[in-house]
């Protein structure tokens, strides 16, 4: 089991990389030797095509190599900091020149031998490399580890360079190389005439011809594909064959009357969805499915009917959501949706649930007597739906018979929680899963995140919607937006304000939400009603804004992004983001989704005081604003999100850690991947790698043939924790 390619790094006899070095690369996630040597080089430069300085030519991209005459580091006026360096080949000479990294000056040193790849300028009568230049470490006296061929450079850390890690590799190549095991099943290897993996391991470091590296690559993304996937496949497999389920034939004729009961039409997206998961929920082997829906499409609508399957089955259902406002929310929500119903005898067998539809809410506000009461009725099994926030997967909960467990907002959950809660069914039979999201995941995602779940998708809105209207305002402008907010208000409308993102702590935000909603309501509504929400605010306090909010006596709502997901108040038709570059995407269109729910139209202003896009990172921003103010659609919008800021972390950790759940958004964390990154640019191999690991998965359902076992070690050690993997042992 635990190979040498195993070894930390600091024990693994490569030369220079002592623990202090080690404990630098474990910032870059790189801890063992398998680890380095799977730690993918971002770029290449060409050693075997070098150029004279003298024969440059201007606008050139090109490689040079030479020796460091000179380093200058000075700060001018306007405290800007010019870092030169000044390099020789016998020809000529070059200057490269970096802006505001004075950090930088220590990698370099008088008499360093250096190769210099850039585009070469020629300005005030001097050749400069400009664009992103880069000049790497060599030496000679390296037996070719750095010289005459295309070598790698790793992503360097503070404190190890390139060159160090570039040496640290080929010493691990040396090493270790022959170790590496192939964890694609031969078979596959064969028929797809893939490289070997230890070929392709050295070739994406070294690569020994002009295209090998992007073939290894290619290679070795596949594979990572195909590992996941198969880790999918298996836990689909898994759910779908082997777990046993109850069946949930009943609740047609409740959903029927429910349906007729609501004071509007159910779209025929609603209706499609409902007998997607009731014929799920009909069979014996639990239901695992994923319900997609814009915001305001009306998912809720459909768990309660899903909640009415169950309940004229005979099951209880637990609904989950992230926060408790919004756990709050569908409490009442869903009191009003049921209450015509009320006196419907919800079960065929009299065990379960006495009269009528028993709905009890539970979060940490719970508490007391009170808790005590709704913990027994949820035993008992005459809630029918115990609605609330993680608080329902906390020790101490027990359902009788539960029968659905609906998880609201998923984006979120991490996939733990999401297995505690189906935890709480019975031990002999899991309960039916409805997921809901309003974040629209692109198909990309969809495969691999969502990879082992049913999708169905609520693709129409309830008729008589507006589109709301985006604009991006300057600070200037920021009274425009008022004047509106003003002029809405008196027309008996409502409105947010959503304060800027100070920083992941409550506290500041609660903070900066207090100051915001002091200066509203002093200064620039002093004649309206002006409420403040915060997740710092204490769960009474919270319910009392809300309800308040509800029954209309709040006009303008100071709001932090405790709103941010599935408050629904059809009155409001305003919200104004202050700050809204430093918002994600994904999260400006669930906050957007809080207006024009109603029918009336609704306008969002998007105040940004970045007016250039001088940086990458205020270049993502100004595109994000961009994006929002041009369209609405979800999908659109995620696959732009995608395309800005890469798939980050696939499988969320669970965003939700606070009790009150107003956890900030996760944080966007390093690729899980380590070869497929970006995938969006790797969807077809994605496509491919899906399909052959399912095939193989359907031959081979538990990886137990032989031939499957470095497959099987690999989804472990890769995925094992994030896919919770089920066969451990
Ligand atoms: P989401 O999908 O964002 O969770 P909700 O379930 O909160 O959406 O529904 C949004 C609003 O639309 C609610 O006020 C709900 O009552 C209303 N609604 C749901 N379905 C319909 C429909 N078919 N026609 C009109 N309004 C609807
Ligand atoms: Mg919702």
């Known amino acids: 089991m635990s190979s040498p390619l195993d070894l930390p790094l600091s024990k693994a006899g490569i030369a220079g990389l002592q623990a202090a070095v080690a404990?630098?690369?474990?910032?870059?996630?790189?801890?063992?030797?398998?680890?380095?040597?799977?730690?993918?080089?971002?770029?290449?430069?060409?050693?075997?095509?070098?150029?004279?300085?003298?024969?440059?030519?201007?606008?050139?991209?090109?490689?040079?190599?030479?020796?460091?005459?000179?380093?200058?580091?000075?700060?001018?006026?306007?405290?800007?900091?010019?870092?030169?360096?000044?390099?020789?080949?016998?020809?000529?000479?070059?200057?490269?020149v970096f802006w505001n990294q004075p950090f930088r000056a220590k990698n370099y040193a008088t008499g360093m031998e250096v190769a210099v790849a850039g585009r070469f300028e020629r300005r005030a009568?001097?050749?400069?490399?400009?664009?992103?230049?880069?000049?790497?470490?060599?030496?000679?006296?390296?037996?070719?580890?750095?010289?005459?061929?295309?070598?790698?450079?790793?992503?360097?850390?503070?404190?190890?360079?390139?060159?160090?890690?570039?040496?640290?590799?080929?010493s691990a190549l040396g090493k270790y190389g022959r170790l590496i095991e192939e964890p694609l099943p031969p078979a596959l290897v064969k028929r797809l005439k893939l490289m070997p993996r230890s070929d392709a391991i050295?070739?994406?470091?070294?690569?020994?011809?002009?295209?090998?590296?992007?073939r290894a690559k290619r290679r070795l993304a596949f594979e990572e594909l195909f590992v996941l996937e198969a880790g999918l496949a298996v836990r689909k497999h898994r759910f779908e064959r082997e777990v046993r389920g109850l069946s949930h034939p009943g609740g047609a004729d409740l959903v029927e009357r429910f349906l007729?009961?609501?004071?509007?039409?159910?779209?025929?997206?609603?209706?499609?969805?409902?007998?997607?998961?009731?014929?799920?929920?009909?069979?014996?082997?639990?239901?695992h499915r994923l319900l997609q829906g814009e915001v305001g499409s009306g998912k809720t609508v459909v768990a309660v009917a899903a909640a009415l399957v169950a309940a004229g089955s005979g099951s209880q259902t637990a609904f989950m959501a992230p926060t408790e406002v919004l756990a709050e929310q569908h409490f009442l929500t869903v009191r009003r949706l049921l209450e015509p119903l009320a006196g419907a005898a919800p079960a065929e067998d009299g065990r379960l649930f006495g009269e009528g539809f028993g709905v009890e809410l539970l979060t940490s506000a719970v508490t007391g007597k009170a808790r005590q009461r709704t913990l027994e009725e949820a035993a008992g099994g005459r809630a029918t739906m115990l609605i609330g926030t993680h608080a329902l997967i906390q020790e101490g909960v027990e359902f009788k018979r539960l029968g659905l467990a609906v998880v609201d907002e998923q984006h979120r959950f991490g996939v733990h929680q999401r297995i505690a809660l189906r935890a709480k069914g019975s031990d002999d039979a899991e309960p039916d899963l409805l997921i809901m999201t309003a974040t629209p995941i692109p198909r990309t995602l969809a495969m691999t995140l969502y990879g082992d779940l049913d999708v169905g998708v609520l693709?129409?809105?309830?008729?008589?919607?507006?589109?709301?209207?985006?604009?991006?305002?300057?600070?200037?402008?920021?009274?425009?937006?008022?004047?509106?907010?003003?002029?809405?208000?008196?027309?008996?409308?409502?409105?947010?304000?959503?304060?800027?993102?100070?920083?992941?702590?409550?506290?500041?935000?609660?903070?900066?939400?207090?100051?915001?909603?002091?200066?509203?309501?002093?200064?620039?509504?002093?004649?309206?009603?002006?409420?403040?929400?915060?997740?710092?605010?204490?769960s009474a306090q919270k319910e009392r804004v809300m309800q308040a909010l509800r029954d209309g006596e709040i006009d303008v709502l100071v709001a932090t992004t405790v709103i941010e997901v599935g408050v629904d108040i059809p009155n409001a038709s305003i919200m104004v983001v202050e700050d809204a570059d430093r918002f994600g995407l994904s999260q400006l269109h669930q906050l957007r989704g809080r207006i024009g729910r109603g029918e009336h139209p609704s306008t969002c202003f998007l105040l940004t005081s970045l007016d250039q896009a001088d940086t990458e990172q205020r270049r993502a921003a100004r595109e994000r604003l961009a994006a929002m103010a041009a369209t609405t659609d979800g999908f659109v919008l995620a696959e732009k999100?995608?395309?800005?800021?890469?798939?980050?972390?696939?499988?969320?950790?669970?965003?939700?850690?606070?009790?009150?759940?107003?956890?900030?958004?996760?944080?966007?964390?390093?690729?899980?991947?380590?070869?497929?990154?970006?995938?969006?640019?790797n969807v077809e191999l994605l496509a491919a790698a899906r399909r052959e690991a399912f095939a193989l998965v359907e031959d081979d359902p538990r990886l137990t043939d032989p031939a499957h076992g470095l497959l099987r070690e690999e989804v472990r050690r890769r995925f094992g924790e994030r896919l919770d993997w089920l066969f451990a042992g």
């Open 459 to 538: 693709d129409e809105m309830p008729s008589g919607r507006i589109k709301v209207r985006t604009h991006v305002l300057g600070p200037a402008e920021r009274d425009q937006a008022y004047e509106r907010i003003r002029e809405e208000a008196v027309a008996g409308r409502q409105a947010f304000i959503v304060c800027p993102l100070v920083s992941d702590s409550e506290t500041l935000e609660a903070k900066a939400a207090t100051t915001e909603y002091e200066r509203i309501a002093k200064d620039v509504f002093p004649d309206l009603r002006v409420g403040l929400i915060h997740g710092r605010l204490r």
């Open 260 to 287: 007729r009961s609501l004071p509007f039409r159910p779209t025929a997206a609603q209706r499609r969805a409902i007998e997607e998961i009731a014929s799920d929920m009909a069979e014996p082997r639990p239901m």
């Open 202 to 214: 050295a070739e994406m470091h070294f690569p020994t011809a002009s295209d090998s590296s992007s």
């Open 23 to 96: 404990s630098k690369l474990a910032k870059k996630g790189v801890h063992t030797v398998r680890d380095l040597l799977e730690y993918v080089p971002r770029d290449y430069i060409d050693l075997s095509k070098t150029k004279r300085i003298v024969d440059l030519k201007i606008g050139e991209q090109a490689t040079v190599l030479g020796k460091i005459h000179k380093v200058d580091g000075r700060y001018l006026r306007g405290r800007k900091h010019m870092l030169s360096v000044k390099i020789g080949d016998g020809t000529g000479y070059i200057e490269v």
């Open 125 to 170: 009568g001097r050749f400069q490399v400009s664009g992103n230049p880069f000049i790497e470490a060599i030496r000679g006296d390296d037996e070719g580890v750095h010289t005459g061929r295309r070598i790698p450079i790793h992503p360097a850390t503070e404190g190890v360079t390139t060159m160090m890690i570039r040496r640290y590799v080929h």
């Open 641 to 681: 999100d995608l395309e800005i800021r890469g798939e980050g972390q696939l499988f969320g950790r669970g965003a939700v850690t606070a009790e009150d759940g107003t956890g900030a958004p996760a944080q966007a964390g390093q690729s899980d991947l380590r070869f497929a990154s970006p995938l969006v640019r």
